[in-house]
């Protein structure tokens, strides 16, 4: 069993930067592939990024390659997710997930635990 807690959403100007956290509770926590999904108003939630157990391995939606990075420190129990330039288009509230899935996902279904959320506004 994982419970996780994000924080560190906000108001920000288009072209800033934010940093969002999530703490995980549970010793297992570096066994989980973690992800960071969002949901906008009226739309379905999307994937945003995924980091393997180890950190060594990550992937990314395209709409946020280049601009967000996704980081783990297992010593902390944390995953972050740093997140440059940004777009009034990635408003919405930002939901980390961890799976026991031995590989990195993309799929919401396949994500077994869910955090609250945090959200993010990005004014033009």
């Known amino acids: 069993q994982v419970q996780l807690v994000e924080s560190g959403g906000g108001l920000v100007q288009a072209g800033g930067s934010l940093r969002l956290s999530c703490a995980a509770s549970?010793?297992?926590?570096?066994?989980?592939?973690m992800g960071w999904f969002r949901q906008a108003p009226g739309k379905e939630r999307e994937f945003v990024a995924a980091?393997?157990?180890?950190?060594?391995?990550?992937v990314y939606a395209d709409s946020v390659k280049g601009r967000f990075t996704i980081s783990r420190d297992n010593a902390k129990n944390t995953v972050y997710l740093q997140m440059n330039s940004l777009k009034p288009e990635d408003t919405a509230v930002y939901y980390c997930?961890?799976?026991?899935?031995?590989?990195?996902?993309?799929?919401?279904?396949?994500?077994?635990?869910w955090g609250q959320g945090t959200q993010v506004t990005v004014s033009s």
């Open positions: 997930a961890a799976t026991s899935a031995p590989t990195l996902r993309v799929r919401r279904a396949e994500y077994h635990y």
């Open positions: 549970g010793r297992t926590f570096s066994s989980y592939v």
């Open positions: 980091i393997s157990w180890s950190g060594s391995s990550t």
